[in-house]
């Protein structure tokens, strides 16, 4: 991973919507004060789109042992 483009805070307030363009496109920028790093603007996470609760009603089957553990499996997990 690149590392994160540093501004001092001069330089942010200066050239702010270009930080913002950077961090629009995947970068992150880290800010400083007096050399030293205080924050990191980073890309939000985009929104999950979620299906509807029970839109795959239907379409999957769970089997009726589907909670008993095999015997050997539960020997090798020491549960017996």
């Not at 009726?64 to 553990?69: P, R």
């Given at each position: ?40 603007v ?16 239907g ?22």
């Amino acid at each position: 991973m690149e590392a994160a483009k540093p501004y001092n805070v001069h330089e942010a307030k200066t050239h702010f919507s270009r930080i913002l363009e950077q961090v629009a496109t995947g970068e992150e920028v880290v800010i400083s004060k007096a050399g030293e790093p205080v924050a990191k603007v980073v890309p939000l996470r985009p929104k999950v789109q979620r299906a509807d609760l029970g839109s795959l009603r239907g379409q999957i089957h769970i089997a009726d042992d589907f909670d008993e553990l095999p015997d050997d499996i539960a020997d090798a997990f020491g549960m017996r």
